[in-house]
DNA sequence: CGGGCTTTTGAGCCAAATCAAAAATAGTGG
DNA sequence: CCACTATTTTTGATTTGGCTCAAAAGCCCG
């Protein structure tokens, strides 16, 4: 349940995803900074926000993996997106009225709490974060739109790629990836809800990439070892995450 | 090439359709016609936006079918999103800068296209319309979730099921659908690369629901015998949709 | 050191793909 | 209105990617 503090960057995550999208000013930034500050440690595998609820706060992962997903009828569950540092979970609640999925952290996580109206009050006097928070909404969809094609069109082994490519790109653009590597505690599992296949599928596909010598993956670290080898095999094409040429 | 004006609304699709998001003013009623006076005709399987272009004006379809596409290295494409009447197709664009996806029409589509900056009037001026459009960016994102459900964890029967039963409800939340029978004047071929499934499956399964009594589907039209045991077969739950109670 | 997750392996099976070709439809131009 | 095409839809046969079931091996953690 420790959260690694060292890999951590020292700007917030949240902060540095923004700038991706908009250019802040210095009021801006305190803004998110003050934000951020309201701050609680979760375990992993753990409900933040369930389907059918209306959360009186806005959450925002710090550090850890957390995700949206739906359950089925058959015991099953689809996750829908993985929140990693930088990402809202519920910004859109306020505007739909209740959620339409769940959501919950994969591993232990930091995340951050903020009282929806101070949202609000920046919606509606600071144009510069409406904008970016805007952005954050769209390249969230961006992002669906890509597994959708994923799961649609690509086989098992390209899709399992192209998600740790994107996760990788993802956890760059916030300074928490160095060199191709990151922090990767999540089981196969949930690799397996996530892209639509079985675990067991999963788990043959992961030893392939790794014989391949595409991956190392080993007690909660990841490392790519040709990131162009395996962005090509996977058909990974980093445009739809609309982020700047340096995520430093 | 004609596009059916007797079933279409007295009403504005687009208006239609921000009132499930919104309330408005008399005004913003009527900037919203405004709007959308501007009008083309556009033939079928014509491309409006393609990826890596930044358009111009803002289209929203106002009758026919269109949808957001990606085009695959193999030839294939994924289809990401049916676009009907109501739905803005690049609302996104200012923000993100540039297409990450294309957009086409399916059959024969009436389409209005609004100048960039009449919308970016709206956003300053107009809270509650700006509001309205927010929810429609919304529940284009909780679509795309609920697809991702479909294409991940439903076999395929349930998959083609699930589409149908969406695609009627949101053509009756504009008012185009009577008594579970619509417009489709698709191609099993938009179809399949729609769910992710290849097209003669998709025409097996077609006539699988055709045998059990579920839709009755020639000529470009599509009727739903049994909506409640469709959407039952299906696991179909409107709820993603966040519409009002009544499409009325 | 024992119990509960994960990961791994093996075997058999099934949903859906592919390939190929025929039948049906929808357009198009004369 | 009718040939002539092109596109869709349908059928059949075959192959395969990925699933299920089941059990073993490895890990983590108290």
């Not at 803004?31 to 951020?36: C, D, I, P, Q, S």
């Not at 997903?69 to 996750?79: E, H, M, N, V």
């Not at 509606?124 to 974060?129: A, Q, S, V």
């Not at 969230?140 to 490519?165: F, I, K, S, T, Y």
Request: charged share 25%; glycine share 8%.
């Amino acid at each position: 349940m420790s959260i690694d503090c060292e890999s951590e960057a020292v700007t917030n995550p949240l902060l540095r995803k923004l700038e991706h999208g908009a250019h802040l000013s210095p009021a801006d930034r305190a803004l998110v900074e003050a934000l951020t500050s309201e701050v609680t440690e979760v375990p992993g595998d753990y409900d933040l926000v369930r389907e059918g609820q209306t959360p009186p706060l806005v959450h925002v992962v710090l550090a850890g993996f957390a995700c949206r997903y739906k359950s089925l009828p058959d015991g099953g569950r689809q996750i829908m997106a993985w929140l990693v540092p930088g990402d809202f979970c519920d910004l859109h609640v306020a505007v739909l009225g209740e959620m339409d999925h769940s959501i919950a952290t994969l591993t232990a996580s930091r995340i951050s709490t903020l009282p929806r109206n101070g949202l609000e009050e920046i919606t509606t006097r600071h144009p510069g974060l409406t904008r970016a928070f805007w952005w954050a909404t769209l390249v969230d969809e961006a992002v669906l739109r890509e597994w959708l094609v994923n799961m649609g069109r690509r086989p098992g082994d390209q899709r399992v790629a192209h998600l740790l490519c994107e996760v990788l790109a993802r956890l760059k653009a916030v300074g928490l990836a160095e060199d191709g590597e990151i922090d990767f505690p999540l089981t196969q599992i949930d690799l397996a809800d996530t892209v639509g296949l079985s675990a067991v599928h999963v788990n043959r596909i992961i030893q392939q990439l790794r014989e391949e010598e595409l991956i190392v993956w080993r007690s909660g670290r990841l490392r790519v070892l040709d990131v162009p080898r395996l962005q090509d095999m996977a058909g990974f094409d980093a445009g739809y995450l609309h982020l700047r040429p340096q995520g430093r």
